[in-house]
């Protein structure tokens, strides 16, 4: 689900904070040594998301924010602000010429490039949490 969070509103918080958990508490976060990755430079992008790009810069840019339930990508438009809420059971990943995140009939590619060197270890806390969430939420062999 993507959700425009330019003017920050009790009930979009809500609706993320069902999606995909609520943000890390500051102790946790110290533990996990960060839940947002660094930023990252946005390689491409589905047609469905192309609007929310800046067409006329040759760099777009995104953070990634870890939550127990999924992940939020930010992505910034100028002076308009946007979440792509993607929980872990919707969630696929790619590791080819970079990483590609892929749900919901959207997918975004960040290349690989110094920000994707510098985000190595929290794709790998990234990978960590959706397989942690798959094993616990796994209803097919129970």
Not at 38 to 67: G, H, Q, T, Y
Not at 132 to 141: A, G, P, V, W
Request: with cysteine; glycine share 4%.
């Amino acid at each position: 689900m993507i959700l425009d969070t330019t003017y920050n509103q009790k009930v979009k918080k809500q609706i993320v904070n069902d999606l995909v958990g609520k943000p890390f508490s500051f102790i946790e976060a110290i533990k996990f040594r960060g839940v947002i990755s660094k930023r990252l430079i946005i390689k491409e992008v589905s047609p469905n998301l192309r609007r929310r790009m800046n067409i006329a810069l040759d760099f777009n840019f995104a953070n990634i924010e870890l939550r127990s339930g999924g992940i939020l990508i930010h992505i910034n438009k100028e002076q308009e602000f946007c979440i792509w809420a993607i929980p872990y059971r919707q969630l696929a990943v790619n590791k080819i010429n970079g990483l590609s995140i892929h749900a919901q009939g959207r997918y975004i590619h960040f290349g690989n490039d110094k920000s994707f060197q510098k985000n190595r270890v929290f794709f790998s806390k990234l990978l960590n949490e959706k397989i942690k969430y798959e094993f616990n939420h796994d209803f097919h062999n129970r």
